[in-house]
Every structure is written in structure tokens, then in C-alpha cells.
């Protein structure tokens, strides 16, 4: 596809650019309107975490649009041995939030995407078995 780069760890799956992104991303800043992120943030190490979520927004441009697939947080998915972590709905809600947002990464985000209703997330949290991956669309916002 034409305007797209693809990155990933392993040279098998022939990706544009072989990349450990928790070495940083080959990339100058603000080069990237929108980025699509596929069961990629769940392999990040926790020291790494902050340097790769700031390394995202260093290669964001104002307004990029940031959309992630991650595996949601369910006993099938936290036992998987390459998975540092495991998401929800609200994994990211310290990004929305002026207070704790410069603890976590240089970036602001803006949900672009509704979340479900209580009653939804009620359900797959007492079934969670259910439900393998949860979506995030954002806006990213700069710092000025």
C-alpha cells in the first residue's frame, strides 16, 4: 500500500523496517498522521513502557490518529508468556487526564471511539473469556 511503512521485531514476516521499538523508532518527528498498532504494545518490557509511548508521540504529528488492537485482559491472555501486559477500556484513561499524563508519556489523548456501554463492559469483565482483543482510536495531542 501505497504512504503506509511497516515495522515489526521479526525479519520473517518481511516488514519495511526491522525494529525493537523499545530501541526507539527510526523516524524524524511529526512524521506520521495516523498509526495503526496490531497486538504490538502488549510485548513492550515495563522499563521500556514510558520511552516507547513517548517514542510514539515523538513520531506522531499533531492530531495523528492512533489506533491500537490489543489483547484484553483475560486469564488466557495474561498467562501467555510473551505478554508483559494486558489491556482494558480504560488502560489509557491516565493519558486523557491532565494530572497524571506527564507521569506516563509526553503525549495527550483524545478518544475518537465511544466506549461501550456499562452493561457491555460489565459483562465481558464477569466473562471475559469472550472477548479476545479490545480497540482504542485516539487523537494524539501535543504538547505546544
Avoid at 522499563?47 to 492512533?66: D, M, P, T
Avoid at 485482559?73 to 505478554?83: A, I, K, L, P, S
Amino acid at each position: 500500500m501505497s504512504g503506509v511503512v511497516n515495522i515489526d521485531k521479526a525479519s520473517e514476516v518481511k516488514p519495511d523496517f526491522v525494529v525493537n521499538i523499545e530501541e526507539g523508532l527510526p523516524f524524524p518527528d511529526n512524521s506520521f498522521s495516523q498509526i495503526y498498532s496490531y497486538h504490538c504494545l502488549e510485548h513492550i518490557r515495563p522499563q521500556y513502557w514510558k520511552f516507547v509511548l513517548n517514542e510514539i508521540a515523538r513520531v506522531s504529528k499533531n492530531g495523528c490518529v492512533l489506533e491500537m488492537k490489543l489483547p484484553f485482559d483475560n486469564v488466557g491472555q495474561r498467562t501467555n508468556c510473551d505478554h508483559y501486559r494486558t489491556f482494558s477500556w480504560h488502560s489509557f484513561d491516565q493519558l486523557k487526564e491532565d494530572g497524571l499524563r506527564e507521569y506516563y508519556a509526553d503525549l495527550k489523548l483524545v478518544n475518537l471511539k465511544r466506549n461501550p456501554s456499562k452493561l457491555t463492559k460489565l459483562f465481558f469483565y464477569l466473562f471475559p473469556f469472550l472477548k479476545y482483543e479490545v480497540y482504542f482510536k485516539f487523537k494524539v495531542v501535543k504538547k505546544k
